[in-house]
């Protein structure tokens, strides 16, 4: 998302070189930022609103390469210092009240805003390297399936702002070659500019090409949809526009104005098109999709600029599109924090009603902080040797208001869960090892063998079941790996990510994860496996086709998937346990409704088809409903009894979950695997270490 340059040239009808301000570019920015509220706002009449990212990158690479030329051809010179100066005026103190603002509100909407990566991500925001962050942070399976960051936006001023140091240095070397006095004679003048052309164009097709080179259906995208290389290409479509109009002043020809009118229809009626009928999940998008937006968009740009009185410049120059996108950086920086916490959840509104909340609230916002504050900043009321100050204080005081707002946030949630699990826990529930029960514990004869397998869900439940797992004399091995099982063909959906199965699972090689278990019952020679996932649950690329529960042809796959897994499982005799999934409630999308993988209805099939398997596989395989203690309503609950049994995120279990279902989960096993146990022992799992798996820490699971 590009700032709205107030000291940038607009150009004017007139000669080359002047100066004014050109309404019709603040339309452009009003359309583009409505766009970007919209498509979030989950209206399917815009779904690929995420074009107009591609709309503020061109029309930035214009309107800065269009400034560093206009001083050039002035001045013989660009003084780089005084335009980063200028940058930096317009930039950081909308971004400074915005992260202070995040972090206030954070204390107010807890469970919209704070989530585990945000002061991170908040450094991220502040040094312009956000968009990388986020590409590497993406490798964490639990950044993947975390609520979302409250500045995952800021990947896009990331991106501009390395445009902005990177590109201006490119221009001052391709056209500060040598000087003459006060004046450039025309011809040298022309050919660096075609020189810097040149360079514009072939970086922007390069760019475009690097993307459709990385990119992969079915694949996840993330790489290549934030990368500052393969987004480039927009940014210098429009710095090629800038040196274009430069070179061959269309309007000044007499089929100039026709030419350019008739393009700025075309962009417009293309960027329609674009907008409205192309999808984020098609290849065309990373195979020329943003090149070709982009290109539209310059369409646009040129006729607006070139032309004042074209119907398309009237129509943008619209006294409130322009008013809103005077304030549009402001927008923009405020827009995914409001769609946070204005959400179904919070306010009961959906559709049309809780897109005008949001608008109305995002205007009002940006409007405080332009007036307020950056105005006040850009007309000189910070100046000279204070500037540096009060940019350090800046960034001080963003990440202190980030940082104790999210440790407040997270100490208080931590300390109300302990309370009432302290509580609850001496009081309320009649947990099978409390101190001075009377109660017997049930206890294997023969120290029995547990392998628990499945995705992040076996492995917290086995936090639970390992701190109780000597009271019944039973060793459990807890191998839950985040973002594997047996579903995994591919890559996987969840939240808005496309994500690359964890190990032991392996892409498009679904027998690996199969010849890792078998290698582990080889080696452990357990009594009973216990399975419990909650990917299952996630669309799926079967084949290169995106599938999910419920539907005849993913669960015949699924069920053969299990089929095979059980003739490995039970290879030694083993027991098999296959542990019925919870509901989930991992938010709400900014659309308002909730995450396709969160649906009841697809843990109602998955659990039946559970079922229909241990039905079908007498005497080997059991289905264990666990859903009495995780789910007693027959709906999401984060607690029972007054005892939280999930994390903050809606998804994973706590340990006081694992604990609370340990009486029917090892009564099962004893009951399943004691007759193996005493006809089969042997088997060890060498450095066995009861405790969390080493990726809990990352979990940021709150409770005891």
């Known amino acids: 998302m590009p700032d709205r340059v107030q000291d ?32 979030h706002s989950g209206f399917s009449w815009i779904t690929g609103g995420f074009y107009s990212v591609d709309t503020f990158f061109t029309l930035s690479g214009f309107l800065i390469t269009t400034l560093l030329i206009a001083e050039w051809s002035k001045s013989t010179t660009i003084s780089l210092s005084n335009f980063w100066i200028r940058r930096a005026r317009r930039l950081l103190p909308g971004l400074f009240v915005m992260l202070v603002g995040l972090g206030l509100a954070t204390l107010v909407f807890p469970g919209a805003l704070a989530s585990s990566s945000l002061k991170s991500d908040s450094i991220a925001t502040l040094f312009y390297y956000a968009n990388w962050h986020f590409i590497f942070a993406h490798a964490n399976y639990f950044f993947v399936t975390s609520k979302p960051s409250a500045l995952l936006h800021t990947w896009t001023l990331a991106i501009e702002e390395q445009f902005y140091i990177v590109w201006p240095l490119i221009v001052a070397g391709v056209l500060i070659v040598y000087r003459r006095s006060n004046q ?9 500019l075609k020189a810097l052309l040149s360079i514009g164009m072939v970086g922007s097709v390069a760019s475009a090409v690097l993307m459709a080179i990385l990119y992969h259906p079915g694949s996840d995208p993330t790489r290549v949809y934030y990368g500052t290389d393969t987004r480039a290409q927009s940014l210098l479509i429009g710095a090629s526009l800038a040196v274009v109009l430069e070179l061959w002043p269309l309007k000044d020809s007499p089929r100039g104005p026709k030419v350019i009118g008739v393009l700025g229809i075309a962009g417009v009626f293309g960027t329609g098109i674009i907008w ?13 999709g943003f090149f070709v937006a982009s290109v539209l968009s310059a369409c646009v740009i040129g006729c607006v600029s070139q032309l004042p009185e074209h119907p398309i410049t009237h129509v943008l120059g619209f006294s409130p599109l322009t008013y809103l996108g005077k304030i549009s950086y402001g927008v923009y920086l405020w827009y995914w924090p409001t769609l946070l916490v204005i959400n179904t959840s919070y306010t009961s509104l959906s559709g049309l009603w809780l897109f005008m909340a949001r608008l109305a609230t995002v205007i009002a916002l940006a409007t405080a902080s332009y007036y307020l504050v950056e105005c006040k900043i850009r007309a000189g009321a910070i100046h000279g040797l204070r500037a540096p100050v009060a940019v350090a204080a800046g960034i001080v005081c963003s990440l202190v208001s980030i940082f104790v707002t999210s440790a407040y946030a997270n100490s208080s949630a931590t300390a109300t869960v302990s309370l009432t699990n ?237 604990k609370l279902v340990s009486k029917q989960v090892f009564q099962s096993t004893i009951s399943l695997g004691e007759s193996h146990a005493s006809s089969s022992p042997g088997g060890t799992w060498p450095n066995y270490k009861p405790g969390p798996p080493s990726w809990y820490s990352q979990l940021h699971c709150l409770g005891p």
């Open 184 to 192: 450039l004679s025309d011809r040298p003048k022309r050919a660096r």
């Open 276 to 288: 409205s009928m192309m999808s984020e999940s098609s290849p065309f998008a990373f195979r020329g």
């Open 422 to 658: 302290n509580s609850a826990y001496k009081n309320s529930v009649d947990l099978p090892l409390a101190q001075g029960s009377g109660r017997s514990i049930p206890r294997a004869s023969t120290k029995l063998k547990v392998l628990l397998v499945g995705d992040s869900m076996a492995g917290t439940l086995g936090v639970g079941l390992q701190d109780l797992q000597g009271s019944y004399n039973v060793q459990l091995v807890n191998q839950g790996s985040p973002g594997c099982s047996l579903a995994m063909d591919g890559d996987f959906k969840v939240l808005w990510y496309t994500s690359a199965p964890g190990k032991p699972c392996q892409a498009n090689q679904p027998q690996v994860l199969l010849d890792t278990w078998q290698a582990w019952v080889n080696r452990f020679n357990p009594d009973v496996v216990i399975y419990f996932a909650r990917a299952d649950l996630m669309d799926q690329s079967i084949g290169g086709t995106w599938e999910r529960i419920g539907q005849g042809n993913f669960d015949r796959y699924l069920t053969q998937r299990f089929q095979a897994a059980l003739s490995v499982l039970t290879s030694r005799g083993a027991h098999v346990i296959l542990i019925s999934s919870p509901y989930y409630n991992s938010g709400t999308q900014p659309s308002g409704q909730g995450w396709p993988e969160d649906n009841p209805s697809r843990v109602v099939a998955y659990n039946k088809l559970l079922e229909d398997v241990a039905r079908n596989n007498p005497g080997k395989v059991s289905y264990l409903d666990l859903n009495g203690i995780l789910a007693p309503s027959n709906s999401f609950t984060s607690s029972y009894k007054g005892l939280i049994t999930r994390c903050n995120d809606g998804v994973h279990l706590t340990p006081l979950a694992g």
């Open 8 to 39: 940038v040239p607009r150009l004017s009808p007139g000669p080359r070189g002047r100066i004014s301000y050109l309404p019709g570019l603040d339309g452009i920015r009003a359309i583009a930022v409505l766009a970007i509220i919209a498509y």
